[in-house]
T-cell receptor, first 113, second 114 residues
Framework: GNSVTQMEGPVTLSEEAFLTINCTYT??????LFWYVQYPGEGLQLLLK?????DKGSNKGFEATYRKETTSFHLEKGSVQVSDSAVYFC????????????FGPGTRLSVLP | ETGVTQTPRHLVMGMTNKKSLKCEQH?????MYWYKQSAKKPLELMFV???????ENNSVPSRFSPECPNSSHLFLHLHTLQPEDSALYLC?????????????FGQGTRLTVV
């Protein structure tokens, strides 16, 4: 079946440190891949996405590249800020109709000043 | 503002109560979802509606009853819940059409069953 695996954390970093959150997936076909972020007390917000192999999604300094050969979609940011503290979810859509999303367990990130 | 609005934001109910959660989207989407988010558990998909038709029910207990009267509104009717049903309930929508589309989430309803 389709699934998403990601490091669960928590991840604690100092401000301006480099961030990597690993995400790997199992899927039939060619899913679209997403990173969502959830700030305290809020719903999930789309951070970035990629829809085909070798695509790079980017937003707010975050980047992730769709790697079909390693079935991975790792999230990176060169210099984190305190305001990046949140829970990050890797996800895929199970079909090309943009439906039936499968989410990873989420990774809690804490950035210390 | 994500375009998906959930009400109420917080709800406390007794195990014998009946209540409903409401979700409304103004994005012109055709697919709507209910997710349950519990502490220390992955996000659980509960129900999927596509063009007002229920297309997925992930073995959800019958004490949760969804209703989708039109493509813009989704309800979750609750009755005789258990304390373990306490969680954040998230509604989402997506275009439901072929393409590189993503889900848009509401802010959730924090439900506490006492």
């Amino acid at each position: 079946g389709n699934s998403v695996t990601q490091m669960e954390g928590p991840v604690t970093l100092s401000e301006e440190a480099f961030l990597t959150i690993n995400c790997t997936y199992t899927a039939t076909g060619y899913p679209s891949l997403f990173w969502y972020v959830q700030y305290p007390g809020e719903g999930l917000q789309l951070l970035l996405k990629a829809t085909k192999a070798d695509d790079k999604g980017s937003n707010k300094g975050f980047e992730a590249t769709y790697r079909k050969e390693t079935t991975s979609f790792h999230l990176e940011k060169g210099s984190v800020q305190v305001s990046d503290s949140a829970v990050y979810f890797c996800a895929l859509s199970r079909d090309n109709y943009g439906q039936n999303f499968v989410f990873g367990p989420g990774t809690r990130l804490s950035v210390l000043p | 503002e994500t375009g998906v609005t959930q009400t109420p934001r917080h709800l406390v109910m007794g195990m014998t109560n009946k209540k409903s959660l409401k979700c409304e989207q103004h994005l012109g989407h055709n697919a709507m979802y209910w997710y349950k988010q519990s502490a220390k558990k992955p996000l659980e998909l509960m129900f999927v509606y596509n063009f007002k038709e229920q297309t997925e029910n992930n073995s959800v207990p019958s004490r949760f009853s969804p209703e989708c009267p039109n493509s813009s509104h989704l309800f979750l009717h609750l009755h005789t819940l258990q304390p373990e049903d306490s969680a954040l309930y998230l509604c989402a929508s997506s275009p439901g059409a072929r393409g590189d589309t993503e889900a848009f989430f509401g802010q959730g309803t924090r439900l506490t069953v006492v």
